[in-house]
C-alpha cells in the first residue's frame, strides 16, 4: 500500500534522513519508534509532502507521492494526525470535525461517517459546540483522530499520539487506535512510548539517527535485548 525507498531527506546541510526504506502493507499497524530526533517525524511529513525529499521515492497505491502537491494526498485516501494535535484551537469541536471532510462532497455520506465518529468518541458528542481549545489534552487528540477520520482515509499517519496525556488517557487512546485499525484502516504509527507501540503493532522499525536500525515483527523486537534496553527501559 505504502512503500518508501532510499528516502533521503536534508535540512540545509543536515542529511536528517538517511536511504530509509519501509513498507506499509494494507490492514497493518505499523510503528516507527526511536529516541527524540532520530527522525520520526520527518519522516511522517515527507510522506505527507510537507517536507521535500532529496532523493528516493515514496509510493501510495501505486502513485509516486514525491511528484503529488500535499493537497491532493489527502483525496487519495491518506490522513494525518500531526504532533501535537494542531486542532484549530478557536473553532468548535463539530467544525473541527467537519474541516476533516472537506475533500467529500456527499451530505449523507459526510452525516454518516460524523455519526459514527461521535459512537466511537462520545465526549465529541457531549463537546460539539465547545470551543476546541477549551478541550483537556485527551480530548483534544480525541478532536485529531476523529478530524483525520472525517476524510475516510484508507491509511492514517499518526505523529506522537500518546504526548503530552496522563496514562489513562494514553491507554484510552490507545485502545481507539486498536479499534480503527480492527475496522480496517491501516496506521502508520510514530510513538515515543515504543512498549505502547510495539503492544499494538503488527511489525515495527526501529529508527536511530536518521538510519533503519532493527526492523521485524512488533512482538519479537518487544523482546530483543537491545530495544529493551534502548526503548523500553529495561
Do not use: C, W
Not at 456527499?106 to 460539539?128: G, H, M
Not at 483534544?140 to 489513562?168: H, N, T, V, W, Y
Amino acid at each position: 500500500m505504502l512503500t518508501v525507498e532510499n528516502l533521503k531527506v536534508y535540512y540545509g546541510m543536515i542529511n536528517a534522513i538517511k536511504d530509509v526504506s519501509f513498507r506499509v502493507e494494507q490492514g497493518e499497524v505499523i510503528a516507527l519508534i526511536g529516541a527524540n530526533g532520530a527522525g520520526k517525524t520527518t519522516i511522517l511529513h515527507t510522506i505527507t509532502g510537507l517536507v521535500p525529499a532529496k532523493s528516493g521515492s515514496i509510493t501510495f497505491k501505486g502513485i509516486n507521492l514525491l511528484k503529488t502537491p500535499a493537497h491532493k494526498i489527502v483525496g487519495m485516501g491518506m490522513a494525518h494526525v500531526p504532533e501535537g494535535r494542531r486542532i484549530f484551537q478557536e473553532l468548535t469541536v463539530y467544525e473541527n470535525l467537519m474541516l476533516g471532510a472537506y475533500t467529500r462532497k456527499d451530505k449523507k455520506a459526510i452525516s454518516d461517517t460524523l455519526a459514527k465518529i461521535y459512537k466511537r468518541f462520545p465526549r465529541l458528542e457531549e463537546r460539539k459546540t465547545q470551543i476546541a481549545g477549551t478541550l483537556s489534552g485527551g480530548e483534544q487528540q480525541m478532536l485529531a483522530m476523529g478530524r483525520a477520520l472525517m476524510s475516510k482515509p484508507s491509511i492514517i499517519l499518526m505523529d506522537e499520539p500518546s504526548m503530552g496525556l496522563s496514562p489513562l488517557y494514553v491507554n484510552e487512546i490507545f485502545d481507539i487506535i486498536r479499534e480503527i485499525s480492527k475496522s480496517g484502516t491501516t496506521i502508520l504509527l510514530v510513538e515515543q512510548n515504543a512498549k505502547k507501540a510495539l503492544s499494538i503493532a503488527d511489525r515495527a522499525y526501529v529508527l536511530e539517527t536518521g538510519n533503519i536500525v532493527l526492523d521485524g515483527d512488533a512482538k519479537e523486537l518487544m523482546n530483543d535485548d537491545k530495544v529493551k534496553k534502548a526503548y523500553l527501559g529495561e
